[in-house]
Nanobody, 127 residues
Framework: QVQLVESGGGLVQTGGSLRLSCAAS????????MGWFRQAPGKEREFVVA????????AYADSVKGRFTVSRDNAKNTAYLQMNSLKPEDTAVYYC????????????????????WGQGTQVTVSS
């Protein structure tokens, strides 16, 4: 049974930092590219960042470039999202997701390409 479990969310002030983790089990983690998505209240879920199977390629949404950093540790079956300079508009439930697909820049944000999803972790940034 595949499980993705996010952790590390919480309440932080504007300008603060958080580090999210996504612990995977039940799958060959190194064979999956990982994505982070988020969903703010009243909005559709949106793509945040993706990282390739070995971590050599990454792609970020314009809204988080320069502030967020994605990484992964395949030995620990865990992906990470370091979020710095947080803004109130970053408030959302953050989800990690796993895709067996190849690195295809045009489809990295397509939710249908991701077979497995975590339950999400809440990030709240106060102004």
């Amino acid at each position: 049974q595949v499980q993705l479990v996010e952790s590390g969310g919480g309440l932080v002030q504007t300008g603060g930092s958080l580090r999210l983790s996504c612990a995977a089990s039940g799958l060959a983690f190194g064979n999956y590219r990982m994505g982070w998505f988020r969903q703010a209240p009243g909005k559709e879920r949106e793509f945040v960042v993706a990282i390739s199977q070995r971590g050599s390629s990454t792609a970020y949404a314009d809204s988080v470039k320069g502030r967020f950093t994605v990484s992964r540790d395949n030995a620990k079956n865990t992906a990470y999202l370091q979020m710095n300079s947080l803004k109130p508009e970053d408030t959302a439930v953050y989800y990690c997701a796993a895709s067996r697909g190849n690195w295809a820049p045009l489809s990295l944000g397509e939710e249908s390409k991701y077979a497995y999803w975590g339950q999400g972790t809440q990030v709240t940034v106060s102004s």
